[in-house]
């Protein structure tokens, strides 16, 4: 199963995309320096699993990382099924423990198009150098210019409780180190489970958010022509759904798959016929290259 980041009860997260080429801002270190002693370098990248919307707008502000500098052990707590925990809140005891430091990484404040990081496309949410311990919870405040855009028009995108500040608990295992005090992940914005609609013109956040690494889940990808054809993507199994909206050109990827065989189904319109591909085997940390699939009517 997906391991996904979920608001609990009013919990309302909308955690973020930057979608053009989103370099990460220099805190006080630049992004070529290696950490020291006592440093850990952390890196976040965010990705989209897409939505029936033109665009969707988040206004990313900053973007910081807990870490409990007393531990240096993974000893995190199951809390069962590969589910984290994401709210608006804040518990104001990571203040006042002395071990709990927030740090800022750099990033490029804006506002970006989520839509545009699908099919393989990713993009640098923050990066910095932070003191050596567990990284617990990633908060990131939001700007006020959060909106989507569907048939041509555009609508505000709200939290329930108008907090802009989220805060996601993750586990200090799930981040992949990628060299000697280097650690990266990955976060999947799943759009069309994060932004309900509540009643007509009216959306809110409520994010979904799978976290992945490369080297511990593998991906799908190949072409499905003609674009007229207006295909939507399903890749699944018993355990796990994924979607994608190929390019213009028809190109698709599907990354953050865990090990196993999957079906892949093509959803085509405009007369066209839909297709199903079965037994699809999937490899940690390798790409499964699916034969073209050209649809006919």
Avoid at 136 to 157: A, C, E, F, M, Q
Avoid at 189 to 203: A, E, K
């Amino acid at each position: 199963m997906k391991t996904y980041l979920r608001t609990t009860g009013w919990g309302l997260a909308a955690l973020i995309l930057l979608a053009f080429a989103f370099h990460a801002c220099q805190k006080d270190n630049s992004t070529s320096m290696s950490p020291g002693a006592g440093q850990q370098r952390l890196s976040i990248y965010f990705a989209d699993n897409p939505g029936y919307f033109d665009n969707v707008f988040l206004d990313i502000r900053k973007v910081e990382v807990l870490v409990d500098t007393c531990t240096t052990t993974d000893g995190d707590g199951n809390w069962g099924d590969d589910y984290h925990r994401c709210w608006w809140w804040e518990d104001r005891r990571d203040d006042k423990d002395t071990c709990q430091v927030w740090d800022s990484l750099g990033i490029r404040a804006g506002v970006y198009d989520v839509l545009s990081l699908r099919n393989g496309t990713d993009t640098l949410l923050g990066d910095g150098i932070v003191p050596e311990g567990k990284v617990k919870k990633i908060r990131i405040t939001l700007g006020d210019n959060n909106y989507l855009v569907k048939d041509s028009t555009t609508y505000p995108l709200k939290s329930p409780s108008g907090q802009v500040r989220i805060v996601i608990e993750v586990r200090h295992s799930e981040w992949e180190e990628f060299s000697d005090d280097n650690f990266r992940l990955w976060l999947d914005f799943d759009v069309d489970r994060s932004i309900i609609q509540t009643r007509q013109g009216q959306f809110i956040l409520r994010p979904v958010i799978h976290v992945f690494t490369l080297k511990q889940t593998g991906s799908i990808s190949g072409k499905v022509t003609p674009w007229n054809a207006y295909p939507v993507i399903t890749v699944y199994n018993d355990q796990d759904t994924s979607y994608a909206l190929p390019w213009k050109d028809g190109e698709y990827k599907l990354r953050g798959l865990k090990a196993g065989t999957y079906n892949l189904f093509v959803n085509a319109s405009n007369g066209y016929k839909d297709t199903t591909i079965t037994g699809i085997t999937v490899s940690r940390g390798e790409n499964t290259k699916v034969d073209g699939i050209k649809l006919n009517k």
